[in-house]
């Protein structure tokens, strides 16, 4: 079991989608998509946290209790904390910043 935000989780699954193309446009796209399911001891939530290595900057997003809302900068951490020690990280996200 892991701890999350002092609270013991116990990590499913950790998929990765590595995404890296450019759009008809023109538009260029890099970034990594972490997709985690945890179990609290109340329920299972699925996260999905976003490196995006373009911009440099990380986000997140959540279902828990039936609900779907963004992650505060402290989750994405702790998200990302879970997926390095599953050592699933693929590629360096430091001094990249939390965007809301």
Not at 5 to 21: A, R, S, W, Y
Not at 45 to 59: D, F, I, K, P
Not at 92 to 98: A, K, R
Request: hydrophobic share 35%; glycine share 8%.
């Amino acid at each position: 079991m892991k701890s999350m935000n002092g609270l013991p989780h116990k990590v499913l699954k950790v998929e990765l989608e590595q995404i890296i193309f450019t759009d008809k446009d023109g538009t260029e796209y890099d970034f990594d998509r972490y997709n985690v399911d945890v179990r609290s001891p109340m329920a299972t939530h699925e996260y999905s946290v976003v490196v995006n290595h373009r911009t440099g900057t990380l986000s997140g997003d959540c279902v828990r209790y039936g609900s779907w809302g963004n992650l505060i900068e402290e989750e994405v951490m702790d998200i990302l904390e879970l997926v390095e020690a599953e050592g699933k990280i693929v590629r360096p996200y430091d001094g990249y910043v939390f965007q809301e």
